[in-house]
């Protein structure tokens, strides 16, 4: 698979060598486990999760945990033409000679690049299909609350945190190995882990109108399948030296989980109930998570992550001394999910330190009653109090989150939604940009609406149609989560085992990233359900309590009468406390023997971070590096990161801009076109205090990727400014297609020689013949270049030379290109 990165997009995705990657010698390692994030490499690696098990599973040393994504268009397109197998990252394992397949699935919209991602793999798509040569394939994440729509396509799932029983999993794989038993009895064993769910331990049987007359168990000891939950957090494993990915992750920047779970009890929402009880880490691990992952990967943004920070208990007390030390290190904070009434001007004033980025809140619902209903315990005078500060402040935007199609929704409501942004429009006296952000409601199992209706994609869009109109008459912006898409999370986070022919169908059509807007194909899944004869609509409606549901042998701790007495008290606008703060609710998750809250509340703790020195006087240093190898893959943006980063590691106090986004005097004399080598490439670096030239080598060195390599340092005075040069000098290397030596005389001959690009709209043309000096024939099909760089502009060497040689894109990625020199 690696053969095939010259030419594709993106590449720096597929190389598996970032920092912090682990690559363990296969020969001395008994499981080969690929973790598979069923989507772009930029999604699967903005998520914690799958860095925490790599990082579990490798520290194991009889295992060797490697990462696969899901390939974009492009390879997948590559892969299937010229049938090379979907492989790791890391040492490039072909899917189907993996032991252990697992995937991580966050949502419904990912099941075709599950199947897409099996089927490149090399690898059956249903698990009846697979016998013992083939990889144990299981899911994770929250879809393993009703994985039945997906269940035949993989063999098991974990319910509940992965921490808890991955290695358990590993173990009964491996004595299974040992011992040669059949397929069928690994499956067996694995349901004795508890939390792992075997789809085919379950028959469901139907009534004529589609709805479950009974779910058959087909094991004698075994009936429900318990989530499993880690009871403290500070106890967790937890990486401090994540991977850092070379391009620009979804979320580019450090995670920190500071909670897990939730209690607030917001009717609609699953993480709320499957992810109980909350459990606080303490702020002592906190500090120490912080200082240490800082440390091993440079990031210039630490994120705190809960589902609503703003509840964290220790917040107030310790967020002054972590600011200090961030603020000290150029390290900015941000807080997602952030809940009104949770953020004061205390707190604002904190994280506003460093950097300066927009304000999102969740209202869900525009009005009182609404809210009520949803046990959303939020005010409006909170929020407007909240808009004043944040306006008062000058930062520059507010986004509001709203759900249409709630259970109980009015008119009113969704006029208010309007009338709520007007006033927010109004108090920020039109100079802030208020956002609202619009979803439709999706009812979710093991949540009191599970039993509710979902309103169709033309109500969504009614709704949607008219708070636009609203939009642009009151002045706020709006975005909407399409309601195709909605329809489709609705089918199948309440769907059953019988929906695998509508996936499998919507694949077989071309449905690849259904959770992308721009890639998303309504028009497929149409086609699918009718080919499966399955009606869609049928998954929208509302439940009945008596009704057997398909997740009805997943037991996540929240009992069910619970479910169904909050769902009653939505109906009368009633609300339920959080519990974190005051009465348990009986909810069932609690035994308060092994599983309880974990609260850090008006606990003592003492900040021992290390401190930052103090101010030093600034130098520039001038540093000559090499680019080769796969580091010829770094686009420029990436390159300034990658630098950015290994400064930071090194230790190097980095001299930062003023204002709201501060960013690090480094600067580059030219961008070097994506796959093109060079032994000479400058970049200049301000820094506090003063280096030896030499030391400055060993220290940034051992922190830059393979490829990289800086091979001389110098001081410059601190008002130089780095001057492109004036002439680069490469040799190329013709030999994997021939030198056509009649193009070199061509071009010779030629009075001018022009060469022309569309760019921005507009025809940049130039003529080559006064920007290549010459080309002279060396040894072994290799040519030299030596290309003018005059100050008005030029061109890049692999434009000249596929203009010179009449070449395509994929001719040119098979050269090598070298950049031996420069004159100034
Ligand atoms: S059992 Fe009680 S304390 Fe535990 S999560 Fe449920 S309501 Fe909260």
């Not at 903005?46 to 040393?61: R, T, V």
């Not at 269940?151 to 299974?176: A, K, Q, R």
């Not at 022009?754 to 921005?760: F, I």
């Not at 270049?785 to 040689?805: C, D, H, Q, R």
Request: aromatic share 10%.
């Amino acid at each position: 698979m690696k053969d095939l990165i010259p030419y594709i997009k993106g590449p720096s995705r597929y190389l598996g060598n970032e920092i912090n990657t682990i690559h363990k010698d296969l020969n001395k390692i008994e499981v080969k486990f690929a973790l598979c994030f069923p989507d772009l490499y930029e999604v699967g690696m903005s998520h914690l999760g799958l860095q925490i098990l790599y990082y579990i599973l490798n520290q194991d040393p009889r295992i060797a945990a490697e990462r696969v994504f899901a390939p974009d268009i492009d390879m997948e397109k590559k892969l299937r033409k010229y049938n090379i197998p979907l492989c790791t990252l890391e040492s490039n394992i072909p899917l189907k000679d993996c032991d252990i397949v697992g995937f991580s699935l966050q949502h419904e919209l990912c099941f075709t690049n599950v199947l897409n991602i099996l089927n490149l793999g090399h690898i059956p798509l249903y698990s009846r299909q697979r016998n013992e040569n083939h990889p144990l394939i299981i899911g994770g994440g929250p879809i393993s609350v009703n994985p039945e729509p997906i269940s035949p396509f993989l063999d098991g799932f974990i319910v509940g945190d992965g921490e808890e029983v991955i290695l358990e999993i590993v173990n009964v794989y491996l004595s299974w190995k040992k011992e040669g038993g059949k397929r069928e009895e690994l499956l067996k064993d694995l349901t004795k882990i508890p939390g792992f769910y075997l789809p085919f331990a379950f028959y469901p049987r139907y009534h004529l109108d589609g709805t479950i007359k009974e779910i058959e168990e087909l094991l004698p000891h075994y009936h429900k399948v318990k989530r499993q939950i880690i009871k403290d957090l500070d106890s967790a494993p937890f990486p401090t030296f994540p991977i850092i990915p070379y391009n620009k992750p979804i979320h580019d920047r450090l995670s920190i989980e500071v909670t897990r779970g939730c209690t607030h009890g917001c009717r609609f929402c699953q993480a709320g109930f499957i992810y109980r009880p909350v459990r606080e880490r303490s702020p002592q691990k906190i500090f120490k998570l912080i200082e240490e992952s800082i440390k091993n990967t440079g990031y210039e943004e630490v994120s705190l992550l809960s589902l609503s920070i703003g509840d964290y208990c220790p917040l107030k007390d310790f967020l002054p001394s972590l600011m200090d030390e961030l603020s000290s290190k150029e390290v900015a904070l941000s807080l997602p999910s952030l809940r009104v009434g949770t953020i004061d001007k205390e707190i604002m004033e904190q994280i506003s330190r460093v950097r300066r980025t927009g304000f999102t809140f969740a209202p869900e619902a525009a009005t009182q009653q609404l809210r009520n209903r949803i046990n959303k315990k939020i005010k409006e005078e909170d929020l407007f109090k909240t808009a004043e500060e944040i306006f008062a402040k000058k930062w520059p935007s507010l986004k509001l989150y709203f759900m249409i199609g709630l259970p109980g929704e009015t008119e009113e409501d969704i006029k208010a939604i309007a009338e709520l942004a007007k006033q927010l429009a109004k108090l920020g006296r039109y100079k802030y940009q208020i956002t609202v952000s619009l979803s439709t409601f999706v009812p979710k199992p093991h949540t009191p609406f599970q039993w509710e209706h979902q309103i169709s994609i033309q109500e969504s869009q009614e709704k949607i149609k008219f708070l636009r109109k609203m939009a642009w008459r009151y002045g706020f912006r709006i975005r909407w989560h399409a309601p195709e898409q909605s329809f489709l999370e609705g089918i199948f986070s309440r769907g059953d085992r019988r929906l695998h022919e509508v996936i499998l169908r919507a694949w077989l059509k071309g449905a690849r990233f259904d959770g992308w807007r721009d890639k998303f194909k309504f028009e497929l899944w149409k086609a699918a359900f009718e080919d499966a004869r399955l009606n869609p609509y049928f998954y929208l409606v509302e439940r009945s309590k008596d009704e057997i549901l398909p997740w009805e042998k997943i037991d996540i701790g929240v009992n069910i009468e619970f479910l169904w007495q909050e769902r009653l008290k939505s109906q009368q606008g009633e609300i339920t406390s959080d519990c974190r703060f005051g009465t348990c609710h009986q909810c069932g998750v609690c035994d308060f023997k092994n599983v309880s809250p974990i609260i850090h509340k008006g606990e003592k703790f003492d900040l021992t971070l290390e401190k930052s020195q103090g101010e030093l006087e600034k130098h520039k240093y001038r540093l000559t590096f090499s680019k080769i190898d796969n580091a010829r893959f770094f686009s420029h943006l990436e390159l300034i990161n990658i630098f950015h980063r290994a400064f930071r590691r090194a230790g190097l106090k980095l001299v930062y801009s003023k204002g709201f986004h501060p960013l690090p005097r480094i600067s580059f004399a030219l961008a070097l076109p994506v796959g093109v080598e060079s032994l000479i490439e400058t970049v200049d670096v301000e820094v506090y205090g003063k280096y030896d030239e030499g030391d400055l080598l060993g220290k940034i060195n051992p922190h830059l990727p393979q490829g990289l390599h800086i091979t001389h340092a110098m001081e410059v005075p601190l008002e130089t400014t780095l001057c492109p040069p004036s002439t680069q000098r490469f040799i190329i290397d013709f030999s994997p297609i021939g030198l056509n030596r009649e193009k070199i005389k061509e071009f010779y001959k030629k009075e001018s020689f022009v060469w022309q690009k569309l760019r921005n709209q507009k025809v940049k043309q130039v003529d080559l013949k006064k920007l290549v000096k010459y080309i002279k024939e060396k040894k072994n099909e290799k040519i030299e270049v030596a290309l003018y760089m005059p100050p008005e502009g030029s061109i890049k060497i692999t434009e000249a030379i596929s203009t010179i040689f009449s070449l395509k894109e994929e001719d040119i990625a098979r050269l090598q290109i070298l950049k031996v020199g420069i004159e100034m």
